[in-house]
């Protein structure tokens, strides 16, 4: 044997992909009990997170005044876009794990095991995040109470540490767990409970900022708001004043603003990928998958755009409160009991946020165990089919990093993780259309099956079709004249296309960035150093 054949053994290892080719829907450990209206309900409930109840006042006031609904309509065109990508796969290859199984399928093991831990990371930490949140908010209802006590008896004097160890989090992520590993049909409906209570909570606030609130909010002078500066500065003359609140109108700080909000709104739509694990829990995952997806994506858009738009009509945008915009708009309008209303709704949004944190966990770790990549033990389905150890797993881990760490730097972490994933997906996609191998057998219980084969039956290839797939050697004329049909040539064009798209994107990355310290001398290389 060559002396190059244990590094070659081991690099065919780290590129090698998952073959799924000829496997059947119905081989699965876990159980096939969810439908479509469970999926939107865990995508809803999931991506409809706390986040309505704060994100609005944040972005309005800082960066898209009333225009914050164009904000949010970008932002839902960028994540419907990276919805269907994951809805593609949903389709195509309709198994547990999400984004790790689509890198797996198309671009090896390496990429994949990568994929694969940066999701646990990121669903760990916002598992941990959001149930540190929802004890922040309940101490808020009780008067900081709770956080009063452990302040005093349990403070953790620690960098990098929380300042007093959280029980009640730790609590809910064990409580959540156990209700998880019970079964997941349990877990969709108490899912459905929660996001009925909290959409019921955000059509009040829609029709509530309807009511009581005012066109003209929409349309301040920029003479309006230099006097108001003025008055706020105390400058002693209105002459040579700069408003502080943009121009006014209804973008007060020009479309730039409204872009840069929409920037920040991208990730209010973060959450919509859980739907991508319950491939082997859905009755008909190849139907239900993509409905699910791009039907809550939707519906979240809807809650966005009328929950700004009422804030910004009920209260001037430069007035809002940026830690809590709608308690402080229903008290401008006269409405100070709703605030109680609004308390229970975000509540109910940590609630299924937390849930929809914690579901998609287990069957990362279940998949990623299954293929040989982590511990075999994770693997192991109850007899309710729930992947129990991997969900008692995720939740021990989750309730440590909640009950001792600070969780700020980390959560700031987790956009770059969301990224990449969206990245390599949307990557993947565009190898997996062109892959020839990739195909699945349709469930023996799918009412379209009988329709899809007799479409199959009828749809005739062409004979030219026939004789490129047949060729596996290259050609000009199946360069400028591909198959509509994928082939291996076709396979090995995208493949290399889309690496040198990667490589392109990277080495500009690195020009834009670090590139603009390096260009001017010695001062740009002290610079770099302090990065």
Request: hydrophobic fraction near 45%; proline fraction near 4%.
């Amino acid at each position: 044997m060559l002396p190059c054949g244990p590094a070659l053994s081991f690099v065919r290892c780290l590129v090698r992909k998952k073959n799924v080719s000829g496997e059947s829907l119905e081989d699965s450990k876990l159980c096939r009990c969810l439908s479509t209206v469970d999926l939107i309900a865990l995508g809803v409930g999931s991506t409809l997170g706390a986040g309505v109840y704060v994100l609005a006042g944040e972005v309005a006031k800082s960066n898209s005044g009333p225009s914050i609904v164009v904000s949010f309509l970008i932002a839902a065109l960028a994540s419907v876009m990276a919805g269907l990508c994951y809805a593609e796969f949903g389709a195509r290859v309709p198994k547990t794990g999400s984004a790790y199984l689509y890198t797996y399928v198309t671009v090896g093991e390496l990429w994949a095991f990568i994929t694969g831990w940066n999701l646990i990371l990121s669903y760990v930490i916002g598992t941990s995040s959001v149930a540190r949140a929802w004890s922040g908010t309940f101490d808020e209802l009780l008067g900081k109470q709770i956080g009063h006590f452990f302040r005093n008896y349990f403070k953790m004097n620690y960098s990098g540490l929380a300042e007093y160890p959280d029980f009640f989090a730790v609590f809910l992520i064990l409580l959540l767990s156990g209700l998880l590993s019970f079964g997941v049909k349990e877990s969709a409906w108490v899912n459905k409970i929660f996001t009925a209570i909290n959409i019921l909570v955000l059509l009040f606030v829609m029709i509530s900022g309807f009511v009581k609130g005012d066109a003209d909010n929409w349309k301040i002078s920029e003479e309006y708001l230099i006097n108001l500066t003025a008055v706020t500065e105390n400058c002693s003359s209105y002459e040579n004043v700069t408003s502080i609140y943009g121009s006014g109108g209804f973008m007060p700080y020009g479309f730039t603003g409204t872009l840069a909000g929409a920037a920040t709104c991208f990730y209010a739509f973060v959450g919509f990928d859980c739907i991508a694990t319950t491939g082997e829990e859905v009755k008909n995952p190849q139907k239900a998958i993509p409905i699910g997806i791009v039907v809550s994506l939707l519906v979240c858009f809807m809650a966005y755009f009328g929950v700004s738009a009422a804030l910004t009509l009920m209260m001037p945008y430069y007035l809002l409160d940026e830690k809590s915009p709608l308690p402080v708009a229903f008290e401008y309008v006269g409405w100070g009991p709703a605030k109680y209303v609004v308390a229970v709704g975000s509540l109910c949004a940590l609630s299924t946020s937390l849930l929809g944190s914690m579901f998609p966990l287990p069957r990362i770790l279940f998949a990623m165990a299954r293929d040989g990549l982590l511990f075999s033990f994770l693997a192991k389905v109850s007899k309710r089919q729930a992947p129990v150890s991997a969900t008692l797993t995720a939740g021990v881990i989750s309730a440590i990093m909640a009950f001792l760490f600070d969780l700020k730097a980390l959560v700031d972490m987790m956009s770059i993780g969301t990224l990449l994933a969206y990245s390599l997906v949307a990557t993947c996609v565009l190898i997996l259309r062109y892959q020839p191998s990739l195909t699945y057998e349709q469930p023996k219980y799918s009412p379209e099956k009988a329709a899809l084969a007799a479409s199959e039956r009828e749809s005739a290839v062409s004979e030219s079709q026939i004789n490129m797939i047949q060729e596996n050697h290259f050609s000009l004329q199946a360069l400028i004249n591909p198959s509509s049909l994928p082939t291996e040539q076709t396979a090995t064009t995208v493949n290399f296309l889309v690496g040198l798209l990667g490589s392109t994107i990277a080495i500009f990355a690195i020009i834009q960035y670090p590139g603009k310290y390096l260009l001017d001398g010695t001062i740009k290389w002290r610079h770099l150093d302090q990065i």
